[in-house]
T-cell receptor
C-alpha cells in the first residue's frame, strides 16, 4: 500500500492568489515528481527531485516552483495563480526510477 | 519525438478477448519498464514492471520486453469491462543526474460487453 498524500484534493481560487500544493510520503523514497494532467490528456512532468535539496524542471515549462527540504515533503507553489493553471496536479515518489506511487491528486481551478 | 511512444487508441476489444497494448522506446531509455493503469479521474497505479528480456506474467497480465526491437507490450487475457482504462507505458530515462521516469501518452482501452 502506497503512502503518499496530497492536499488539498480540490481547490478553487481566485486569479492572483498564491497557492501551495502539499505532497508528503512516508516511504522514505528519494525520488519525487510533480505531474500536470488535463482531463483525457497525457501526463506532463513539471518538476522532479532526486533527493533533499535537489530539484529540477521537468519537460513541460511551468511557472510553479518546488522545494525539497525534507525527504518526505515536496510542496509545489504558484506565486500568482492564473486561469491557465487550472489542471490536475499529481505527485509521485519512487525508491528507484520506476515503481512510482502516485498521490490522489489535487484538482486546481483558478477563476 | 517522445522517448516512449504509444498509440493513443482507443483500442476496443470484446469481453473475454485478449487486449494487446504496445509501446516503443528510444535509445535514451534504460531497460526498466513499467505499465500503469489510469481510470478516468483517478491517479495512475502500477500494474506491471519488467526489467529483463522476455515475458513476465501476473494473473491475467503479461508484460513482454524485446530489447533488440526496443519494444514493450502488455497483454490482458480474458478482458473485462473493469479493464477499461488508459494504460501508460513508462521507462527510466537516462540523464546526467540519474534516471528519471518518463511516460508515454497512454493507450485508451475499451472492453465492450
Amino acid at each position: 500500500e502506497a503512502d503518499i498524500y496530497q492536499t488539498p484534493r480540490y481547490l478553487v481560487i481566485g486569479t492572483g492568489k498564491k497557492i501551495t500544493l502539499e505532497c508528503s510520503q512516508t516511504m522514505g523514497h528519494d525520488k519525487m515528481y510533480w505531474y500536470q494532467q488535463d482531463p483525457g490528456m497525457e501526463l506532463h512532468l513539471i518538476h522532479y527531485s532526486y533527493g533533499v535539496n535537489s530539484t529540477e524542471k521537468g519537460d513541460l515549462s511551468s511557472e510553479s516552483t518546488v522545494s525539497r527540504i525534507r525527504t518526505e515533503h515536496f510542496p509545489l507553489t504558484l506565486e500568482s495563480a492564473r486561469p491557465s493553471h487550472t489542471s490536475q496536479y499529481l505527485c509521485a515518489s519512487s525508491v528507484q526510477t520506476g515503481s512510482a506511487f502516485f498521490g490522489q491528486g489535487t484538482r486546481l481551478t483558478v477563476v | 519525438q517522445k522517448e516512449v511512444e504509444q498509440n493513443s487508441g482507443p483500442l476496443s476489444v470484446p469481453e473475454g478477448a485478449i487486449a494487446s497494448l504496445n509501446c516503443t522506446y528510444s535509445d535514451r531509455v534504460s531497460q526498466s519498464f513499467f505499465w500503469y493503469r489510469q481510470y478516468s479521474g483517478k491517479s495512475p497505479e502500477l500494474i506491471m514492471s519488467i526489467y529483463s528480456n522476455g515475458d513476465k506474467e501476473d494473473g491475467r497480465f503479461t508484460a513482454q520486453l524485446n530489447k533488440a526491437s526496443q519494444y514493450v507490450s502488455l497483454l490482458i487475457r480474458d478482458s473485462q469491462p473493469s479493464d477499461s482504462a488508459t494504460y501508460l507505458c513508462a521507462g527510466a530515462l537516462l540523464t546526467g543526474g540519474g534516471n528519471k521516469l518518463t511516460f508515454g501518452t497512454g493507450t485508451q482501452l475499451k472492453v465492450e460487453l
